[in-house]
Structures are given as structure tokens and as C-alpha cells.
């Protein structure tokens, strides 16, 4: 079993910057792929970045260039480090975790999920 824990959340303004951090439990989380998914109101759940056990990384057109994940195995943890933030990336922001050793675009194919962090870019 694997339980993650978000934190990092906030209010920024446009064009600032957040670090989002996600703690896990289990000694299975380091074997498998991690992701970050967002889901703003009224909208669905939709794909960030991912990163594998091996650190090679996925990300959504919408976030190229401007955000990074990483992770630290020793330490159970994955980041997302989010620059030139935007208003249209105000969302809750959650940490998903699988244990397949791919990343995978698809909320479903994840079998961990946190209970999230709120981000909000104010204009």
C-alpha cells in the first residue's frame, strides 16, 4: 500500500513560481512511475507531468518548458517545480503514483493517488 501527501499549495501571482512536493509511504513507490494530474472546477482531472522509477519524464503540451517533476527515491518524494505560472493553471493539484514502471497519461491507470494541494495564479 502507498499513501502520498501533497503539499506546496498557494496563492501567486502570474508569472511567479510554486514548488509543489509529494511524500509517499510504501516500500513500493519507488518501483513504479509517479505523476502529477489537476483538475480545476468543473473540468476534468487531467495529466501534468510523470516521471519514472529511472527519472525519464512526460509532460502536457500546456506545461512544456515552464514546470519540471523530479523525484528522490532515497527519500520517497516527487516534485513539481512550476515557473511563469498562469491563471489558467489555478487547479487542485494531485500526486498519483502506480505500480507500473511506465509513466502513463491516463488518470486510471493510477493506483495511488493523494488527497491534493490548491494552487491559484491570480491575473
Known amino acids: 500500500q502507498v499513501q502520498l501527501a501533497e503539499s506546496g499549495g498557494g496563492l501567486v501571482q502570474a508569472g511567479g513560481s510554486l514548488r509543489l512536493s509529494c511524500a509517499a509511504s510504501?516500500?513500493?513507490?519507488?518501483?513504479?512511475?509517479s505523476a502529477w494530474f489537476r483538475q480545476a472546477p468543473g473540468k476534468e482531472r487531467e495529466f501534468v507531468a510523470g516521471?519514472?522509477?529511472?527519472?525519464?519524464?512526460v509532460y502536457a503540451d500546456s506545461v512544456k518548458g515552464r514546470f519540471t517533476i523530479s523525484r528522490d527515491n532515497a527519500k520517497n518524494m516527487v516534485y513539481l517545480q512550476m515557473n511563469s505560472l498562469k491563471p489558467e493553471d489555478t487547479a487542485l493539484y494531485y500526486c498519483?503514483?502506480?505500480?507500473?514502471?511506465?509513466?502513463?497519461?491516463?488518470?486510471?491507470?493510477?493506483?495511488?493517488w493523494g488527497q491534493g494541494t490548491q494552487v491559484t495564479v491570480s491575473s
Open positions: 510504501g516500500r513500493t513507490f519507488s518501483s513504479g512511475a
Open positions: 498519483a503514483a502506480r505500480i507500473g514502471i511506465v509513466v502513463r497519461t491516463t488518470k486510471d491507470e493510477y493506483d495511488y
Open positions: 516521471v519514472s522509477r529511472r527519472g525519464s519524464t
